[in-house]
């Protein structure tokens, strides 16, 4: 049976099991086993939980064309894991690998620190004395004591359970006086010309296209909403005829949710490669960014990491907007529509017969490896959920720290890149020439390096003493948009178990973690803590 979910009631085995530790970390992401590292290498005894069956998150779930910013600001363990897959191919490190590179790193560092995963333990409840963590459950009925926890989940479900203050959506402008948070009609992947949002073009009484609001969010513009940026795949995909496994229509599958995507690419033909957008080298361009890895397959071919690209691509715009609070088998519903969509998305493209033939040409040359995946239908393991729960605690990241015009003075990571929001929703607009469909949230503006404050990953002072959160942290939406990037988790993964080792050797809560000996540390350890 295919382990293509993200929450499997068989996961879930019966124990009575309860374990005692130093660190509990929930979550085997790229930031949960960099802390496991670090806590390890400082002689902490350390138990991983993780909601789901395959390690390394999003770095081993499909995203290999690293989101990095500038290399300079990434040091300590997360240097040092992009180095380890440089070794692979005979470099001094390597930022572009498919999934199966990263995994085999993962696995060699588990191998080499005896680290130990506890698979599909989801949390059930969170027991609090006196604001500090005492005790997790997990659905099965295995429980685990810590000194110290940290959350190293993509949604923030341990925050949630301890009631730390957290945000869910985008803030207005107004909250941290910024000018680019909430509501966005912006020019970025959004349409170039008109596209009927009617069932039937031109009637309005036939009812939108699915995913379509019914709403002129132009007119709300720097509000804030609860939506959250699309999710979807990042897609390792291969053009070796030794490899590859042409593009299957998926069971449910529905055209009308390809109708719009058919009405986009058959717009004015001299608008087409602004249309479709990112092209390969060889060949027309195609509706996705399709980054080629370097490192090429025995055949001579190539492996991709395969992105979201332009007005209609792999994002599945609206559709995940329950997923950061919603309950385990919630999320697997919204897991499995975006496998259906993404699959019927490139079969559609590969074979729609609206679709124009340059194009189904192109992406027909395309599949999935089938060495990568192997357990799960050679699909990637890992949703890309971009955002979901952020703490809310006594410093907040904003767009003033990503532009330069506030530095932080307790810095434990650094981020670099862009302030990048994709789109999070669609809707229909009126104008003198008719109806537009048009796409809102997608934000792209520059960031310069600037370091995370140690406050951003615990909690306010006064909630869960015994918590750090290197993921879903203290942020704004925009800043967030920036600061969400697996090197980043990485830093702040090893900021986070080397601080929580800090909080178990001086008997202190993590809020009142001496910065002075932590920054000491973290500089020995390597990190970049500004430039």
């Not at 300079?72 to 005979?90: M, N, P």
């Not at 949230?441 to 600037?450: E, M, N, R, T």
Request: proline share 5%.
């Amino acid at each position: 049976m295919s382990d293509l979910h993200y929450f499997r009631p068989d996961w879930i085995q019966p124990s009575t099991e309860r374990l005692s530790t130093d660190l509990c970390i929930y979550g085997a992401t790229s930031a949960g086993l960099i802390a496991a590292v670090e806590a390890t290498r400082r002689n902490k005894k350390v138990v991983i939980v993780h909601p789901g069956k395959f390690v390394g998150g999003l770095t081993a779930g499909g995203l290999g064309w690293t989101d990095h910013g500038q290399k300079k600001v990434i040091g300590g363990l997360s240097r040092d894991f992009y180095r380890q897959v440089g070794k692979l191919y005979g470099k001094e490190d390597e930022f572009l690998f498919p999934p199966s590179a990263a995994t085999r790193v993962y696995e060699d560092l588990m191998r080499e620190f005896g680290i130990t995963v506890h698979f599909g333990q989801f949390l059930d409840k969170v027991e609090m004395t006196g604001g500090k963590i005492t005790e997790i459950s997990l659905l099965g009925g295995l429980r685990v004591t810590a000194k110290v926890f940290i959350d190293a989940t993509y949604e923030g479900d341990l925050i949630a359970g301890a009631k730390v203050s957290f945000t869910v959506g985008r803030e207005s402008n107004g909250t941290y006086n910024e000018t680019i948070n909430g509501i966005y009609v912006g020019t970025t992947h959004q349409f170039s010309h008109r596209v009927d949002p009617f069932v039937k073009e031109g009637d309005p009484s036939s009812g939108l296209l699915p995913g379509i609001l019914n709403e002129d969010l132009s007119k709300k513009a720097g509000l804030g909403d609860q939506r959250v940026q699309a999710y979807n795949f990042r897609m390792c995909m291969t053009d070796d005829p030794a490899l590859r496994i042409p593009w299957q229509k998926p069971a449910g599958y529905d055209p009308n949710m390809y109708l719009l995507a058919g009405r986009w690419l058959r717009g004015e033909k001299d608008k087409y490669n602004e249309i479709v957008g990112a092209s390969t080298s060889d060949g027309p361009a195609v509706p996705c960014k399709v980054d080629r890895f370097p490192n090429k397959t025995p055949g001579g071919h190539y492996k991709t990491d395969t992105n979201n690209h332009g007005a209609v691509s792999s994002d599945f715009i609206g559709y995940n907007h329950e997923w950061p609070q919603g309950c385990y088998e919630a999320r697997e519903k919204i897991f499995q529509a975006h496998v259906t969509y993404q699959r019927g998305l490139y079969w559609y493209f590969a074979n729609g017969e609206d679709v124009p033939q340059k194009y189904r040409d192109a992406w027909g040359r395309w599949g999935l490896p089938n060495d990568e995946f192997t357990q799960t239908e050679h699909w990637p393991c890992q949703l890309y959920v971009r955002e979901a729960r952020r703490m809310v605690s006594d410093h907040v990241i904003t767009a003033a720290d990503c532009t330069g015009q506030r530095v932080s003075p307790d810095p434990v990571g650094m981020g670099s890149y862009n302030m990048d929001s994709h789109n999070c929703s669609r809707f229909a607009q009126q104008r003198a020439d008719g109806w537009w469909t048009l796409n809102e949230g997608d934000v792209q503006l520059p960031a310069k390096p600037y370091g995370i404050s140690y406050k951003c990953i615990v909690p306010k002072r006064g909630e869960a003493s015994n918590l750090l959160v290197p993921i879903c942290l203290s942020s704004s939406h925009i800043a967030y948009g920036s600061a969400r990037m697996e090197p980043v988790f990485m830093a702040l993964g090893q900021s986070a178990a080397t601080a929580a080792c800090h909080a178990i050797d001086d008997n202190v809560s993590v809020q009142d973690v001496n910065y002075a000996k932590l920054n000491k540390d973290l500089l020995d350890a390597g990190q970049v803590l500004s430039v």
